[in-house]
C-alpha cells in the first residue's frame, strides 16, 4: 500500500510518513486504552474541528463502551504554517462538561499553546477529569508543559498533511500523514 501512496503523491508531498494502515493502528490502540480506562464510565469526547475530526470518527468507533462526542472550534494558526500563539474559541461546546469525564482530541501536539488554553478553559467548567487524546505528537516542539494521556504517533519535525490535517484547507482528504514541502508555503 505505501508504494501506490507514494506512487499518487501530489507533487506537494515530499513523502508519507504514516501510511493507513500505521494510522489505524494507532486509533485502534488508543481506543483500547480509553476502552480500558473508564469500563463502566460515560465519556465525553471533546474534538477540536477541523483537523481532528477523520480521526475523532476512528477513534469513536473504535472505544467498546459509552462515548458521547461534542465539538469545538479554535483557531490558533490562521492562515500560515506557524502558530499564531493567540488562541480563541470559534465554537463552543453545545454540553456542559460539569461532573463529566472528559477527553479532549487533537490531530497533533506541537506547541501545546492551543491545548494549553483549552485544558485551562474546560478545568474552569468543573468536569471529573480532563484527558488528551492525540493522533500525531512533536516530540521536543512543546513550548508548554502539556501532560498527554493518550498518543498515537510520534511525528517528526515537518509540516504534516492529510487524514484531517490541511494546509489552507487543502490536503485533509489524504489516506495517510505526508510531509509537505517547504516551497509550497514558505515565502521568499
Avoid: W
Avoid at 488562541?87 to 461532573?99: A, F, M, P
Avoid at 474552569?124 to 504517533?153: D, M, W
Amino acid at each position: 500500500m505505501q508504494d501506490q501512496e507514494e506512487r499518487a503523491l501530489p507533487p506537494e508531498i515530499c513523502k508519507v510518513i504514516f501510511n493507513e494502515e500505521q494510522i489505524q493502528e494507532a486509533v485502534a490502540r488508543i481506543g483500547e486504552q480509553i476502552t480500558r480506562d473508564y469500563a463502566g464510565q460515560k465519556v465525553l469526547l471533546v474534538t477540536v474541528l477541523k483537523g481532528a475530526f477523520i480521526f475523532m470518527a476512528d477513534l469513536v468507533r473504535a472505544i467498546k463502551g459509552h462515548v458521547e462526542i461534542d465539538f469545538m472550534a479554535v483557531s490558533s494558526y490562521g492562515s500560515g504554517a506557524k502558530s499564531s500563539g493567540v488562541v480563541r474559541i470559534i465554537k463552543d461546546l453545545n454540553v456542559s462538561v460539569e461532573g463529566r469525564h472528559i477527553i479532549i482530541v487533537e490531530d497533533i501536539l506541537d506547541s501545546g499553546l492551543t491545548l494549553k488554553y483549552l485544558l485551562k478553559n474546560l478545568k474552569s467548567r468543573g468536569p471529573l477529569s480532563i484527558e488528551v487524546a492525540t493522533l500525531l505528537f512533536k516530540e521536543g516542539k512543546q513550548q508548554t508543559n502539556v501532560h498527554c494521556k493518550y498518543v498515537g504517533l510520534i511525528c517528526p519535525d515537518e509540516f504534516v498533511v492529510g487524514y484531517g490535517l490541511d494546509y489552507e484547507e487543502n490536503y485533509r482528504n489524504l489516506s495517510y500523514i505526508g510531509v509537505l514541502d517547504p516551497e509550497a508555503y514558505e515565502v521568499f
